[in-house]
């Protein structure tokens, strides 16, 4: 790809058209020729910007997908911060992981993130931006159980890199069961004692 840094008009309406196109249409749904009458540039700027209609796809795929992390309120961070038990921590695990299957907003962002980790799949490029994307997501994650372990709240020899890969792996699963024979409700009453499990301080 050979996208020219910085906030080009042309560049910006090439990608913004592409992206729309993209969460509406899918990857097959458009040609170059929609995405330049709809966004009212040329050819000529698609090349420049891109180089090819597989870079306009891959940027625009990217792009995407940080979109949809960016709808993920940091703010609901907040409250695994503010816990000062343990019991209120994992009880703010709960609700989250309740939140993030329940709520129809999220539902469309965990559907976004599953089709872009798919296409990832076929697309090495693709891939290589996802993964910077998701690992930066995982950075604001991991540093919340981190200080719930420095305060003891959890299990001090907790892996938190890898419990926050694994629970956000969980719950775009969810997204690939949705509309089966499982309901929320039910997949929740497994899902909760299996995240918190691993959370629980050892006995003394």
Avoid at 66 to 79: A, C, K
Avoid at 103 to 130: F, I, K, M, Y
């Amino acid at each position: 790809m050979t996208a020219t840094a910085g906030r080009n008009p042309s560049r910006q309406a090439l990608l913004d058209t592409a992206v729309t196109m993209l969460d509406e249409r899918g990857p097959d749904g458009f040609t170059v020729d929609d995405v330049l009458i709809e966004s009212g540039t040329s050819s000529s700027s698609l090349y420049h910007h891109f180089g090819s209609r597989q870079g306009l796809l891959a940027a625009a795929q990217e792009e995407s997908y940080r979109r949809h992390l960016r709808r993920e309120d940091r703010r609901n961070l907040q409250g695994g911060l503010d816990a000062t038990t343990t019991e209120e921590f994992l009880g703010y695990v709960a609700c989250q992981l309740e939140r993030i299957v329940t709520d129809p907003a999220n539902c469309a962002v965990r559907r976004g993130r599953l089709q872009t980790a798919a296409r990832s799949l076929s697309s090495p490029e693709l891939a290589a931006h996802t993964l910077a994307v998701q690992e930066s997501m995982l950075d604001a994650i991991v540093v919340m159980f981190e200080d719930a372990k420095a305060r003891g709240l959890i299990d001090p020899a907790l892996d938190c890199r890898a419990y926050s890969a694994w629970f956000h792996g969980m719950t775009l699963g969810r997204t690939v069961t949705e509309g089966g024979s499982v309901d929320a409700r039910a997949w929740l009453d497994v899902a909760i004692p299996a995240a918190l499990a691993p959370l629980r301080p050892p006995h003394p």
